[in-house]
C-alpha cells in the first residue's frame, strides 16, 4: 500500500511539472505570437443607382453594437453558458481543458471541446471550426496573445458582434433586431437566453427553425445563471414562463436588399484583401447590383411562385455589355437558407445547353435550316443502345430545321448534331466558354446531363449576348476610401473571342423559341408567354426530372432562372410552368421605358424568306419566315428552287448584287 501511494504521488508530481512546463511553454510563445483585433472599418455599400443598401462591419456583415450598450443579461447568459471563469483565466481554462481531455479521451474522439470565449474569439478571427489538435493549439496560443494586449471588455465585445445567429444574422445587435425588433440594451432576461442558446448550433437553436430546442437550451442558460448566483428564484421562474414573441426580419436579410449579392460582395472584398491593404476609417463600394430590377424580380414571384411549395429557386441577370452583374437571388427565403443556388449550386442545364451545340454547328458549316430526321431513335455507339426521346415522347416523324428544334427543344435533332460533330465539340466548346465545373464528354452532354451552375450557364449566354466578347461577371465597380480617393477600380478588359456572326445568327433563330407557328405536333417551349412580350429577345429553356430553366436575353440583359428541390426530388408536370411567366414579366418590367434593344443586321449575314420548319422554300399556304445566314454558308439547293419557281433571272430579296439564281453551286458551301 505504501509502494503504491509512493508511485501515485511521484506520477502526480511528475504530472503537474509536465503541465507546469506545458503552461510555460505556452506563455512563452503566445507572448512572441503578435495577433490584434482588427481595426474597425465601416464599409458602405451602394447599388449602381447610388442607394446604400448595405453597412459592414469590416468584412463582416451586422451592425456593431459597444460593451456598454449591450444589457447585463446577455453578458451575464453567454457567460454561464460559454465560459464561466472568463474574467479570472489569461485566455484558456486549464482545468476545463483537463476535464474535456478525460471526457475525449474515454470517448476515444473530440466529443467536447474546452475553448474559452477568447478562444472562441481567436478562432472566428484566424482559424477554422476543425477539431484537430493543431488548430486546438493554435486556438489556445491565439488566446493567451490576445489576452496580454487587450481588456476583458473588448474581447467580450468583439465576441458578440461576430456570433452568428442562423437565418444570415451575424452579430449581436442584428440578432437582437431580427428575433425581437429590440436594441441589445432593451432586451429580457428570457429574450437574452433565448438568443444567447442559439450560437452553439445556429440551425439546430433557432426558436424560428427548432423552437423545443431552443427552449430546452434557453431554460438550462436560466437554470445555470440561478446556479450561479446572478438571478433569484423568482426571476428564474418568471423568465422560465415568459412568453416570447418573435419578430423574425430585418432589412439586412430583406429580399429587397438583396442579402445573396451581399454575400458575394462580403467574398470579393475578402478576395481583393481590401481590409489587410489599406489602414482607413471608412469605405465606399459602388457595385454593379440594381435594386430596382431586384425588386421587380421580388414582386414577379410573389406574384408567380406557387403556395405551399417547398421548391427552391434561382435568379441570375447580368448586362451582357459590360458583364455588370444587376441581380443574384439564391433562394426562395434567404432567412431558411444562406446557400446562393444561383453560384454555388451544381444542377443539370437540360436542353438550355443546346445553344452552345448550335454555336459549334454553326461554326462548322451548318445553317438554321440544316435538316435531319426526327423520329424515335436507338443509337448504338461503342457498342451500347442509347434511345434519347422528345418531351412526352412526341416526335415530327420529318426531316427538320436547326430552327425548328431550337423552337420546339428537338432532342433527337440534338443528338444527332452532337454525334454528327463528334462529342469531342461540344466538350471542347463549353471548354472555350470557360465552364468551369467538371464536364462530361458524353452522348448525352447535348442534352445538359452533365451539371453547371446557373451562373456559369448565364454567363455563356451572356457572351452570346454581346456577339461573341469574353464578357465575365462583374460585381464591384469601383472602392473609394473615406476622402473619396479610388482604391480599387474594375476595369475589366473585355475582347472580342468567338464567331460575331454566328452569335448573331443563334442568337436570331433563338427568338423562334416564343414563335408558335414552328408547330408540327407540339409547340414551341416559349409559346404561352410570347403575348406577355412586347420586344425581341433570344431565349432557350431547359427541363430534366430534377431542374427547370428559362434563359434569355437581349442586348441589355441576360436573365437566367432555376428552380427545382434541394433533395432532387422528381417535379411535378406543374412545379415548372410559372417561371416562364416569371422570366418574361422580370424582362419586359426591367426593359418598360428604355429605347428598343436588339441587334443591328449585320453587312455580311442575309436575311432568306423559307418555310423555317423543313428548310425549303415555302409552297403555297405554307409558313414562311425569314430566317439569317452567313453570305458565305448559303445552301445552294435555295438557289435551285428559287430558279425554278422564277421565269426570269432576278435578284434574291436582300441578297447583295452578284448572288444570282444561277451562280455556281461549286462554289458555295453547303
Known amino acids: 500500500m505504501k509502494i503504491l501511494l509512493k508511485l501515485t504521488k511521484y506520477i502526480f508530481l511528475i504530472v503537474l511539472a509536465l503541465v507546469i512546463i506545458i503552461v510555460v511553454v505556452f506563455i512563452y510563445y503566445s507572448q512572441k505570437?503578435?495577433?490584434?483585433?482588427?481595426?474597425?472599418?465601416?464599409?458602405?455599400?451602394?447599388?449602381?443607382?447610388?442607394?446604400?443598401?448595405?453597412?459592414?462591419?469590416?468584412?463582416?456583415?451586422?451592425?456593431?453594437?459597444?460593451?456598454?450598450?449591450?444589457?447585463?443579461?446577455?453578458?451575464?447568459?453567454?457567460?454561464?453558458?460559454?465560459?464561466?471563469?472568463?474574467?479570472k483565466h489569461k485566455g484558456i481554462d486549464v482545468i476545463r481543458i483537463g476535464g474535456a481531455l478525460v471526457a475525449n479521451l474515454e470517448a476515444n474522439n473530440i466529443k467536447q471541446g474546452a475553448s474559452?470565449?477568447?478562444?472562441?474569439?481567436?478562432?472566428?478571427?484566424?482559424?477554422?471550426?476543425e477539431k484537430k489538435v493543431k488548430r486546438k493549439i493554435e486556438e489556445a496560443l491565439i488566446a493567451m496573445n490576445l489576452e496580454t494586449k487587450y481588456s476583458k471588455n473588448q474581447i467580450l465585445e468583439g465576441y458578440l458582434n461576430m456570433l452568428y445567429f442562423d437565418h444570415g444574422v451575424y452579430g449581436i445587435k442584428d440578432a437582437c433586431k431580427f428575433y425581437f425588433n429590440k436594441l441589445p440594451s432593451e432586451v429580457t432576461l428570457a429574450e437574452a437566453a433565448v438568443l444567447t442558446a442559439i450560437p452553439k448550433g445556429p440551425a439546430i437553436y433557432s426558436p424560428l427553425r427548432n423552437p423545443e430546442n431552443n427552449k430546452e437550451r434557453k431554460e438550462l442558460i436560466i437554470k445555470e445563471l440561478y446556479e450561479d448566483k446572478k438571478i433569484t428564484k423568482e426571476e428564474m421562474e418568471e423568465a422560465i414562463n415568459e412568453e416570447i414573441t418573435f419578430y423574425g426580419k430585418i432589412d439586412k436579410t430583406d429580399e429587397?436588399?438583396?442579402?445573396?449579392?451581399?454575400?458575394?460582395?462580403?467574398?470579393?472584398?475578402?478576395?481583393?484583401?481590401?481590409?489587410?491593404?489599406?489602414?482607413?476609417?471608412?469605405i465606399k463600394v459602388y457595385t454593379t447590383l440594381d435594386l430596382n430590377l431586384t425588386k421587380i424580380i421580388n414582386d414577379a414571384i410573389k406574384k408567380y411562385y406557387p403556395e405551399d411549395s417547398n421548391m427552391q429557386l434561382a435568379i441570375y441577370a447580368m448586362d451582357p455589355?459590360?458583364?455588370?452583374?444587376?441581380?443574384?437571388?439564391?433562394?426562395?427565403?434567404?432567412?431558411?437558407?444562406?446557400?446562393?443556388?444561383?453560384?454555388?449550386?451544381?444542377?443539370?442545364?437540360?436542353?438550355?445547353?443546346?445553344?452552345?451545340?448550335y454555336y459549334a454547328a454553326l461554326n462548322n458549316g451548318f445553317t438554321p435550316i440544316?435538316?435531319?430526321?426526327?423520329?424515335?431513335?436507338?443509337?448504338?455507339?461503342?457498342?451500347?443502345?442509347?434511345?434519347?426521346?422528345?418531351?412526352?415522347?412526341?416526335?415530327?416523324?420529318?426531316?427538320?430545321?436547326?430552327?425548328?428544334?431550337?423552337?420546339?427543344?428537338?432532342?433527337?435533332?440534338?443528338?444527332?448534331?452532337?454525334?454528327?460533330?463528334?462529342?469531342?465539340?461540344?466538350?471542347?466548346?463549353?471548354?472555350?466558354?470557360?465552364?468551369?465545373?467538371?464536364?462530361?464528354?458524353?452522348?448525352?452532354?447535348?442534352?445538359?446531363?452533365?451539371?453547371?451552375?446557373?451562373?456559369?450557364?448565364?454567363?455563356?449566354?451572356?457572351?452570346?449576348?454581346?456577339?461573341?466578347?469574353?464578357?465575365?461577371?462583374?460585381?464591384i465597380e469601383k472602392i473609394t476610401d473615406e476622402k473619396g480617393n479610388i482604391i480599387y477600380l474594375n476595369n475589366q478588359k473585355i475582347k472580342q473571342k468567338y464567331n460575331q456572326k454566328n452569335c448573331y445568327i443563334l442568337?436570331?433563330?433563338?427568338?423562334?423559341?416564343?414563335?408558335?407557328?414552328?408547330?408540327?405536333?407540339?409547340?414551341?417551349?416559349?409559346?404561352?408567354?410570347?403575348?406577355?412580350?412586347?420586344r425581341r429577345y433570344a431565349a432557350k429553356t431547359g427541363t430534366t426530372d430534377y431542374d427547370a430553366w428559362v434563359l434569355g436575353y437581349n442586348k441589355d440583359i441576360v436573365l437566367g432562372i432555376w428552380c427545382g428541390y434541394d433533395d432532387n426530388s422528381l417535379l411535378r408536370p406543374s412545379d415548372a410552368r410559372f417561371i416562364?411567366?416569371?422570366?418574361?414579366?422580370?424582362?419586359?418590367?426591367?426593359?418598360?421605358?428604355?429605347?428598343?434593344?436588339?441587334?443591328?443586321?449585320?453587312?455580311?449575314?442575309?436575311?432568306?424568306?423559307?418555310?423555317?420548319?423543313?428548310?425549303?422554300?415555302?409552297?403555297?399556304?405554307?409558313?414562311?419566315?425569314?430566317?439569317?445566314?452567313?453570305?458565305?454558308?448559303?445552301?445552294?439547293?435555295?438557289?435551285?428552287?428559287?430558279?425554278?419557281?422564277?421565269?426570269?433571272?432576278?435578284?434574291?430579296?436582300?441578297?447583295?448584287?452578284?448572288?444570282?439564281?444561277?451562280?455556281?453551286?461549286e462554289n458555295i458551301n453547303n
Not at 426562395?332 to 451544381?346: G, H
Not at 414552328?518 to 404561352?528: E, H, K, L, Q
Open 256 to 282: 429587397y436588399n438583396a442579402p445573396y449579392f451581399q454575400d458575394i460582395i462580403v467574398k470579393e472584398l475578402k478576395k481583393l484583401n481590401i481590409f489587410e491593404k489599406y489602414d482607413v476609417k471608412r
Open 33 to 87: 505570437l503578435n495577433f490584434t483585433i482588427p481595426k474597425k472599418m465601416d464599409v458602405e455599400i451602394y447599388d449602381t443607382n447610388g442607394t446604400n443598401y448595405l453597412t459592414l462591419n469590416n468584412e463582416n456583415k451586422q451592425s456593431y453594437v459597444e460593451i456598454d450598450d449591450i444589457s447585463q443579461h446577455i453578458i451575464d447568459c453567454i457567460i454561464s453558458i460559454e465560459d464561466k471563469k472568463f474574467y
Open 507 to 534: 442568337s436570331e433563330t433563338m427568338t423562334n423559341v416564343f414563335d408558335n407557328n414552328f408547330r408540327i405536333n407540339i409547340s414551341a417551349t416559349g409559346a404561352p408567354i410570347s403575348g406577355m412580350l412586347t
Open 370 to 475: 440544316t435538316t435531319f430526321h426526327s423520329s424515335k431513335t436507338e443509337f448504338f455507339i461503342n457498342g451500347k443502345s442509347y434511345a434519347p426521346q422528345n418531351f412526352a415522347n412526341i416526335y415530327p416523324n420529318q426531316d427538320v430545321t436547326m430552327a425548328y428544334a431550337i423552337s420546339t427543344s428537338d432532342n433527337i435533332y440534338a443528338i444527332k448534331t452532337h454525334l454528327f460533330l463528334g462529342t469531342h465539340v461540344l466538350y471542347n466548346t463549353l471548354l472555350d466558354f470557360d465552364f468551369s465545373t467538371p464536364i462530361l464528354n458524353t452522348p448525352s452532354l447535348a442534352l445538359g446531363t452533365s451539371e453547371v451552375k446557373l451562373s456559369e450557364l448565364t454567363t455563356g449566354y451572356a457572351r452570346f449576348a454581346s456577339l461573341g466578347t469574353d464578357v465575365s461577371p462583374k460585381y
Open 116 to 129: 474559452t470565449i477568447t478562444q472562441q474569439y481567436a478562432r472566428m478571427l484566424y482559424l477554422t471550426g
Open 580 to 665: 416562364k411567366f416569371l422570366w418574361a414579366e422580370c424582362v419586359e418590367d426591367y426593359m418598360a421605358g428604355k429605347p428598343y434593344s436588339w441587334y443591328e443586321p449585320m453587312d455580311d449575314v442575309v436575311k432568306i424568306r423559307v418555310n423555317p420548319i423543313n428548310g425549303k422554300l415555302a409552297q403555297k399556304g405554307e409558313y414562311e419566315k425569314e430566317l439569317f445566314f452567313d453570305i458565305d454558308n448559303i445552301p445552294w439547293y435555295i438557289f435551285e428552287e428559287e430558279n425554278n419557281e422564277e421565269e426570269e433571272n432576278e435578284e434574291f430579296p436582300d441578297l447583295p448584287d452578284w448572288l444570282f439564281p444561277d451562280y455556281p453551286k
Open 321 to 357: 455589355k459590360t458583364g455588370n452583374v444587376l441581380s443574384v437571388i439564391g433562394g426562395v427565403d434567404y432567412t431558411e437558407s444562406t446557400f446562393n443556388r444561383a453560384t454555388d449550386a451544381l444542377r443539370q442545364p437540360g436542353s438550355t445547353i443546346k445553344p452552345f451545340l
